[in-house]
């Protein structure tokens, strides 16, 4: 891929899948390494997401935006993002997980020191604000032209509409709609609240 001039020297992500460049597959090894060392092995089935290979750590066959636009930029990345991540509200690691792991193996798993913190992590936007607020406090950037944020984030806040259509209810649609008009100016605000994160950091571009 062909590289700009230099614009910036760092480029930080949040976002979802499109953006997430291994931090679901970082917090699912990070708890499975735990889970192995506890009980010798792996409960059947369990393995780090997104399975890799084919995936080498991403949700999708290549790299993702933020990677795009570091490369084009000239800059190096740091990547907060995290597959599956709202806009608005919370979602903890712990959440997404126990929608496929069987309610006994997540009892077991939750028994083993270290992956009840793994797993309440907030993978959320404001859980990644979090962390990058943490990150750049303990080594904050230069307050200048050569820092930007990258985000890209809120589709799966309307994507969780999709299960509260009812097509027996005639009326499900208008209901969906309204909640669709609801929803955006509430994911808005959150990438605002972004925005003004980074200023605040002193990251003077958000793209």
Do not use: C, K
């Not at 709202?86 to 997980?97: I, K, N, Q, R, Y």
């Not at 009840?116 to 904050?140: K, M, R, Y």
């Not at 985000?151 to 097509?167: E, H, M, T, V």
């Amino acid at each position: 891929m062909p590289t700009a001039i230099t614009q910036f020297d760092e480029i930080y992500a949040v976002g979802d899948s499109l953006s997430d460049n291994g931090g679901i597959y970082q917090l699912s090894s990070e708890a499975l390494a735990l889970v192995v060392a506890a009980f010798g092995s792996a409960p059947e089935g369990l393995q780090p997401v997104p399975i890799s290979p084919p995936y080498d750590m991403r949700f999708s066959n290549g790299p993702v935006l933020p990677e795009y636009t570091a490369e084009l930029l000239g800059a190096t990345l740091q990547d907060f993002a995290f597959g599956a991540a709202p806009a608005v509200g919370s979602l903890t690691f712990g959440d997404l997980a126990q929608t496929v792991i069987p309610p006994d193996v997540l009892a077991a798993i939750l028994t083993v020191p270290g992956v009840p913190e793994i797993f309440n992590h907030d993978i959320s936007l404001a859980g990644q604000l979090a962390d990058l607020t943490a990150a750049l406090t303990a080594n904050p950037p230069s307050p200048s032209e050569d820092t930007a944020l990258v985000r890209l984030i809120g589709l799966n806040d309307f994507l969780s509409l999709q299960g509260s259509y009812n097509p027996d209810d005639p009326n499900s649609a208008a209901i969906i709609a309204a909640q669709v008009q609801q929803l955006i100016p509430e994911v808005i605000a959150a990438n605002h609240t972004a925005a003004v994160t980074a200023f605040n950091l002193g990251i003077d571009t958000v793209i």
